[in-house]
Every structure is written in structure tokens, then in C-alpha cells.
């Protein structure tokens, strides 16, 4: 009889539990945990699953013990929930992470269907790794199950290169291995710090694109760029600029090169950038401009190289050399230049060959081959092989070629030269 009268009480009990009589409370040494009315299907809905399994929750700061108490809670529905150490996590198809967010305490609105947390710590993870370390003071969380998205004062961290991405905006596509941060980005790294609208990061590749008023600055070279839309390939240390750029050369925080294409290049490795369609570099000393479609400017060597169609313009004597490739050397202010070489003063005076080597500094000019000299005041030409002399003071002296060949000298009737 005493086990039948057991065992009547224990099925008496099991009744009870089952309709949810006296309610059931799960409890550690932090606190402990009553039901609470059944969440919306959003982000908090795995908070709660976890807390459930830890214990470590309060709603509204309380822990109701009793069906009444169950009851008034059910009658405010509407009110915020707030929870306390709280950890969120999201897994893919194979049970690998792809985030882990805590928070010290998280605030859910029923009406906005967005968790507020107070000082978050997320990890971001790509094939079961860490590839960034989101904090923030408070942040606004949503999540979907495949997408996370974060709002407030937000710092992202990448611990593999130690990049730092700062904004009030991050959304996080692990399928697309896609991180988004926006709205007034700051990007912070050892090689380089930018501004933009917007980066977006190919975590995989570590490969980051910079979009909307982009200002990226490099210590070394020290260098600025300026462009709608840059890529980094933080791997392989190269910018890309594919919309039209502006880099600005720095020595000791004093601008001394611009240069300006329609697309760039720059090795932050080997400081060289190369710069495309409709290429031009302005230098300080010498006051010279050098415009061509293609241009390779070594800011180490401070060599131009160019092997394509250059012009050379230099501002203080007015005068104007084009080529079909050139280079020069900026620290010897020298230039050289092959093929249908076309030097033209601002008298009209002019010297064709085949090469020349511009000295900036004396103002001196040496041709080669096939050289052809012309003034139009007194009206004459000089053919020869070589040229030396001032092409702005129009003192040039024209020689003949190793082979014996003479100097031919034109002088042009005053008629003539009317007529043309």
C-alpha cells in the first residue's frame, strides 16, 4: 500500500507539473529563471535558448516565482525585455561559427523587433576562424539566421593584420564572406589610414574596398590618395584606384609631386604607382609636367618612366617636348626622350631628332640623330646629326654626324616666310 499511495503522488505531482501549476525555475549562483511569456522569432529568440540552457537571465530585472507573478507579466507584453549577459551565436550548415556576440546587458523592443545591446563583444568567423572582433558602447543588433547587422559606435578589429575599421554601421554576409561597415568609416592600419562612405571586405582575400570619397593616406611612401572608389590588397600591399585618382607626394609633410589619372596603381611594397589614360604628373622642383597615357613613377628612385606618347612641359622657361617615350630622373632634373623627339620654345623656335637629354637645371638641351633645328626669327633651319645648346635663348650649335656628313644650313626668304 505505501508504494501504491507513492506512486499516486508522484503521478499527482507529474499532473501538476505538466498544466504548469507552481511553475518551474531553473537556478545557478548568478540568478535565476521563471517562464516569461513566448518571444517573437527574432534575434533574441537564440539568446533565450541559450540563457535557458545557462540560467543566466532576468526579465525586467525580476524573477517571477509564481503564476500570478507569470500572469502580469504575460499582461505587458509590449513593455521592453532586458536580459543580462547575454551571448548570441549562429552556426552554418556543418556547425562551424560564423558569429559569436555577448553583451553585458541587451534591451529587446517588441515593436521595433530590434535587441539593444550594452557594451557587445562579437567575433566574426569565416571556415570555423576568427577574421574580425566587432566592439561597440551600445549597438542595435537584427539578425536573420544568415545575416548580422550591428548599429551605433562600432570598432572592427581584424586580428590577422591588425586592420581597424570604425564606423556606425556593420553587416556581416558569411556566405558572401561579405563585411560591410559604413556611415562615416575610418579604416586604420600600419600601412595605410582612409576615410570613406563605405568598405566592404573580402575576408578570404583580405581584400577591401573604399567607397565614396575616399581619402587613403600611406606612410610609406608617404602619399594620398583621393578617388570615388579604392581597392586594397592588403595581402600583396597594392591601392587600385579604377575611377579617376589624385596622388599627392609627400616629403616631410610637404606636397611635392600630384599626380592624376583616369586609373592607378600603387605597390606600396616597392613604392612604385603606375598610372593610366590620361596620365599626368606636376613637380614642384623642377616646375615641370609630364602627360601621357602610361606612366610608371618610382617615388623611392623619384624616377618617371613613361612608354607611351609623353609630353614634357616645363612651366618656367615655356618650353614644350613630346616623344614617343621618355624618363626622367626628378633629384638630377634630367630628362630623356626617344623617338620623334619634337622640342618647341615659346618663340616658335624648335629642334627635332630622334633623341634628346633635357638638363633642367642649366638649361641645356644635347640631340641626336636626324636633328633638325628652326627658328623663325631670323628665318632659317639647321640639319645635322647632333645639337647642343640653349633652346630658349635660341643659341644652339648643329654639327655633323661621325661619318663626315655636313650641317645644312637653310635660310628662309623673308617672302616666303609671310606666304606660309
Known amino acids: 500500500m505505501k508504494h501504491?499511495?507513492?506512486?499516486?503522488?508522484?503521478?499527482?505531482?507529474?499532473?501538476?507539473?505538466?498544466?504548469?501549476?507552481?511553475?518551474?525555475?531553473?537556478?545557478?549562483?548568478?540568478?535565476?529563471?521563471?517562464?516569461?511569456?513566448p518571444l517573437p522569432p527574432s534575434f533574441f529568440l537564440l539568446a533565450v535558448m541559450f540563457l535557458l540552457i545557462t540560467g543566466l537571465v532576468a526579465c525586467e530585472g525580476k524573477s517571477p516565482t509564481s503564476s500570478k507573478s507569470n500572469t502580469s507579466a504575460s499582461s505587458n507584453q509590449d513593455s521592453d525585455l532586458t536580459f543580462f549577459d547575454v551571448t548570441l551565436e549562429q552556426a552554418d550548415e556543418v556547425g562551424r561559427p560564423i558569429w559569436k556576440v555577448k553583451a553585458k546587458r541587451a534591451k529587446y523592443t517588441k515593436e521595433k523587433q530590434i535587441g539593444q545591446a550594452e557594451s557587445p563583444y562579437g567575433e566574426l568567423y569565416q571556415d570555423g576562424k576568427v577574421v574580425y572582433q566587432v566592439r561597440a558602447e551600445v549597438a542595435d543588433i537584427e539578425q536573420d539566421g544568415k545575416q548580422l547587422f550591428l548599429k551605433g559606435k562600432i570598432v572592427a578589429t581584424d586580428p590577422r593584420n591588425g586592420m581597424v575599421l570604425r564606423g556606425n554601421e556593420l553587416e556581416w554576409r558569411p556566405k558572401e564572406d561579405l563585411l560591410i561597415v559604413r556611415n562615416q568609416l575610418n579604416g586604420t592600419h600600419k600601412q595605410l589610414q582612409a576615410v570613406a562612405q563605405e568598405a566592404r571586405v573580402k575576408t578570404r582575400e583580405q581584400r577591401m574596398e573604399f567607397s565614396g570619397?575616399?581619402?587613403?593616406?600611406?606612410?610609406?611612401?608617404?602619399?594620398?590618395?583621393?578617388?570615388?572608389?579604392?581597392?586594397?590588397?592588403?595581402?600583396?600591399?597594392?591601392?587600385?584606384?579604377?575611377?579617376?585618382?589624385?596622388?599627392?607626394?609627400?616629403?616631410?609633410?610637404?606636397?611635392?609631386?600630384?599626380?592624376?589619372?583616369?586609373?592607378?596603381?600603387?605597390?606600396?611594397?616597392?613604392?612604385?604607382?603606375?598610372?593610366?589614360?590620361?596620365?599626368?604628373?606636376?613637380?614642384?622642383d623642377p616646375p615641370t609636367q609630364i602627360a601621357s597615357n602610361s606612366m610608371s613613377w618610382n617615388m623611392q628612385t623619384e624616377i618617371v618612366t613613361t612608354n607611351a606618347p609623353v609630353r614634357v612641359f616645363h612651366r618656367a622657361e615655356n618650353l614644350t617636348v613630346t616623344a614617343n617615350q621618355g624618363e626622367m630622373r626628378i633629384p638630377q632634373k634630367t630628362v630623356y626622350l626617344t623617338g620623334n623627339v619634337n622640342a618647341i620654345g615659346q618663340r616658335r623656335q624648335a629642334l627635332k631628332s630622334n633623341k634628346l637629354?633635357?638638363?633642367?637645371?642649366?638649361?641645356?638641351?644635347?640631340?641626336?640623330?636626324?636633328?633638325?633645328?628652326?627658328?623663325?626669327?631670323?628665318?632659317?633651319?639647321?640639319?645635322?646629326?647632333?645639337?647642343?645648346?640653349?633652346?630658349?635663348?635660341?643659341?644652339?650649335?648643329?654639327?655633323?654626324?661621325s661619318s663626315g656628313s655636313r650641317v645644312v644650313t637653310e635660310i628662309i626668304p623673308q617672302e616666303k616666310v609671310k606666304g606660309q
Not at 6 to 29: A, H, P, V, Y
Not at 368 to 385: I, L, S, W
Open 4 to 37: 501504491l499511495f507513492n506512486k499516486r503522488e508522484r503521478d499527482k505531482e507529474r499532473e501538476k507539473r505538466r498544466k504548469g501549476e507552481g511553475g518551474t525555475k531553473i537556478q545557478n549562483s548568478f540568478t535565476s529563471y521563471s517562464p516569461t511569456p
Open 213 to 284: 570619397g575616399v581619402v587613403a593616406n600611406s606612410a610609406d611612401p608617404q602619399l594620398q590618395m583621393r578617388t570615388e572608389h579604392l581597392i586594397w590588397q592588403i595581402k600583396e600591399e597594392k591601392l587600385i584606384g579604377d575611377r579617376p585618382v589624385q596622388i599627392d607626394r609627400y616629403k616631410n609633410n610637404q606636397i611635392t609631386d600630384r599626380g592624376r589619372g583616369n586609373s592607378a596603381e600603387v605597390n606600396l611594397k616597392t613604392k612604385v604607382a603606375i598610372v593610366k589614360q590620361n596620365a599626368q604628373l606636376d613637380l614642384l
Open 357 to 401: 637629354t633635357w638638363y633642367l637645371d642649366n638649361k641645356l638641351v644635347e640631340a641626336q640623330g636626324n636633328v633638325v633645328y628652326r627658328q623663325a626669327d631670323p628665318p632659317v633651319n639647321f640639319t645635322g646629326e647632333t645639337a647642343v645648346g640653349n633652346l630658349q635663348t635660341e643659341n644652339i650649335v648643329v654639327k655633323g654626324g
